[in-house]
Nanobody, 127 residues
Framework: QFELVESGGGLVQPGGSLRLTCAAS????????IGWFRQAPGKEREGVGC????????FYVESVKVRFSISRDNAKNLMYLQMDAVTSEDTATYYC????????????????????WGQGTHVTVSS
């Protein structure tokens, strides 16, 4: 059965970096837009960003723009979320998802467009 699996989460110090990976089974995702989202304890799930099928011009929400980068390797069927200069506000469970036909500023911030979700990987930013 098709599933998305996130990995790479863990403990990182403020100002540090971490790279999360999203892998897919059964299906190739080279024709799918991928979104990254996160949910902090006690808060609603929020958008991080999205990336188009070719990896050109990904979009990010304002809170992570410049610090985070989304990329993909279609040959390996993998998607990535590079997190740099992290702060305690970045502590959350991170999810990758697919289902949107396009990637835009609106899509990057909205869960509505995505149908298939991974189980998430937790990131803790602490000194």
């Amino acid at each position: 059965q098709f599933e998305l699996v996130e990995s790479g989460g863990g403990l990182v110090q403020p100002g540090g970096s971490l790279r999360l990976t999203c892998a897919a089974s059964e299906l190739k995702l080279d024709r799918d837009v991928i979104g990254w989202f996160r949910q902090a304890p006690g808060k609603e799930r929020e958008g991080v960003g999205c990336i188009g099928t070719t990896g050109v011009s990904p979009f990010y929400v304002e809170s992570v723009k410049v610090r985070f980068s989304i990329s993909r390797d279609n040959a390996k069927n993998l998607m990535y979320l590079q997190m740099d200069a992290v702060t305690s506000e970045d502590t959350a469970t991170y999810y990758c998802a697919k289902g949107s036909k396009v990637c835009s500023a609106v899509v990057a911030a909205e869960t509505y467009f995505f149908v298939f979700w991974g189980q998430g990987t937790h990131v803790t930013v602490s000194s």
